[in-house]
Nanobody, 125 residues
Framework: QVQLVESGGGVVQAGDSLRLSCAVS????????MGWFRQPPGKGREFVAA????????IYGDSVKGRFSISRDIDSNTVHVQMNSLNPDDTAIYFC??????????????????WGQGTQVTVSS
């Protein structure tokens, strides 16, 4: 059974940084793409970032490009997203996702096979 458990969310001020983690079990992260999505209050789900199985290719949503960085730790089977220069528009529930589609760009189409429960990030001005 595949399980994705996010952690690291919280309340921060504008300009702060935060690092989210996604602990994965039942699924090997170096064989499939992994990604992050978010859902702001009252809005739809938005693609944030994804990383290829080999870890050599990363893609980002336009609103986070240059501020967020996705990475992974093979030994701990964990995926991270480092979020810098946070602003109130980054307030959302952040979800980790895993895909069985080898094409990492499938995440841009909101396609994923497994989802975590989410972690709340709140950025105050």
């Amino acid at each position: 059974q595949v399980q994705l458990v996010e952690s690291g969310g919280g309340v921060v001020q504008a300009g702060d940084s935060l690092r989210l983690s996604c602990a994965v079990s039942g699924h090997t992260i170096y064989r499939y793409p992994m990604g992050w999505f978010r859902q702001p209050p009252g809005k739809g789900r938005e693609f944030v970032a994804a990383i290829s199985p080999r870890g050599d290719y990363r893609i980002y949503g336009d609103s986070v490009k240059g501020r967020f960085s996705i990475s992974r730790d093979i030994d701990s089977n964990t995926v991270h997203v480092q979020m810098n220069s946070l602003n109130p528009d980054d307030t959302a529930i952040y979800f980790c996702a895993a895909s069985l589609d080898a094409n990492v760009n499938a995440f841009r189409l909101q396609r994923a096979d497994y989802w975590g429960q989410g972690t709340q990030v709140t950025v105050s001005s």
